[in-house]
């Protein structure tokens, strides 16, 4: 999942992120998923989370956007409004979608409250406590796997 709240739907770093991921996706990331994207889409959308993590059934998710200080993270809808997804939420949606997910990377600022929801469901999470400057961001989701 990748997300920008800046109005953007599309950003360089998205860019940088989606093609560093692509160049790895035959290697490690057979059964990882971003979600909520399709082929050709640049931003996640919240509608389509559920259906995405049935249809994958990833063992690894990694949600690389925009997370806010109480611990939302953001999508974007299909009409370009910023959603923001709770923790409560993504815990919800991740145990209704079944016991594939096994580990979640979020890539987020303040995404440890989310991670914190999260490990009720999942083995592991990797987030961030504090802010997050998109640059380190992007090299760390580039050279995670």
Known sequence: MSQRPDGNPVHAGQRDLADA????AARDLKKGFHAGLRPGDRVAQPDRLLETLREMTPSVLHFSGHGTPDGCIVFESDDYVHVQITPQQLA??????????????LN?????AMAAALLEHVDCVVATSD???????IAFSSNFY
Do not use: K, N, P
């Open 92 to 105: 919800t949606a991740i145990e209704h979608a079944g016991e594939t997910v096994q580990v979640v990377v």
């Open 21 to 24: 991921l692509q160049r790895d």
């Open 108 to 112: 987020a600022c303040y995404s440890d």
């Open 131 to 137: 802010a997050i400057d998109d640059r380190a961001a």
